[in-house]
Structure formats: structure tokens, C-alpha cells
């Protein structure tokens, strides 16, 4: 498996960006098509955003589209989340993972997970 570790959480008021970044241990990081997840306080993890092995393909749940933007850097096995005019209902735990088969929207098509890094919004 490969080890995932995200970073650039934090608090930022209702409005504001962040950019969450997710680094690989794993060489064959570029074989793999990534995604982000996010789970809330007492809610399921949900599909954020995901994209193809070459950076080339897109896809964004619908609460996020036209804020989020998910890039990639295969040079520094890095998957990055650019967040803009953030919400409250942004709020939570985001997770970045290893795309493994199946539907890009489900979490069970994923299985290497990084620990999470923190957002919060305020409004």
C-alpha cells in the first residue's frame, strides 16, 4: 500500500481558501488515480473530488463544483485540493486516497487512506 499524508487544514472564515496537499510515499504514485473524501461531524466520508493518473480528467461532487479544485504534480507525487469561498458546511476531515477499481464516487473504490487533516469554517 502506499502511505498518503495530507496537509494545509485549518480555520478560515466563511469566503476564504485553503489548499490541502497530499504527499506519497510510493514511487508508482503516478499509476494511481487519486481522490479527496471529507467526512463530518456524525456523517458518512463523501466523495469530494477525484482525478485521473494524468491530472487530464476531473470529476467534483456537486457541493463543490466551481469552488474546489483537485490538481496533481506526478513529480512530487503530491494530489493537491484548492478550496474557494469555503463554507460552513465545508467543515470537516479531509482524507486523500489511492484510487483502486470501481466507481470514482465511492469510497469502498479506494484503498490506501491518509490520517486526515482538519478544516474549519466559520461563518
Known amino acids: 500500500q502506499v502511505q498518503l499524508v495530507e496537509s494545509g487544514g485549518g480555520l478560515v472564515q466563511a469566503g476564504g481558501s485553503l489548499r490541502l496537499s497530499c504527499v506519497a510515499s510510493?514511487?508508482?504514485?503516478?499509476?494511481?488515480?487519486m481522490g479527496w473524501f471529507r467526512q463530518a461531524p456524525g456523517k458518512e466520508r463523501e466523495f469530494a473530488a477525484a482525478?485521473?493518473?494524468?491530472?487530464?480528467?476531473?470529476l467534483y461532487a456537486d457541493s463543490v463544483k466551481g469552488r474546489f479544485t483537485i490538481s496533481r504534480d506526478n513529480a512530487k507525487n503530491t494530489v493537491y485540493l484548492q478550496m474557494n469561498n469555503l463554507k460552513p458546511e465545508d467543515t470537516a476531515v479531509y482524507y486523500c486516497?489511492?484510487?483502486?477499481?470501481?466507481?470514482?464516487?465511492?469510497?469502498?473504490?479506494?484503498?490506501?487512506w491518509g490520517q486526515g487533516t482538519q478544516v474549519t469554517v466559520s461563518s
Open positions: 510510493a514511487s508508482t504514485f503516478s499509476r494511481y488515480a
Open positions: 482525478t485521473s493518473v494524468s491530472g487530464g480528467s476531473t
Open positions: 486516497a489511492t484510487h483502486d477499481d470501481g466507481s470514482y464516487y465511492k469510497r469502498e473504490s479506494y484503498d490506501s
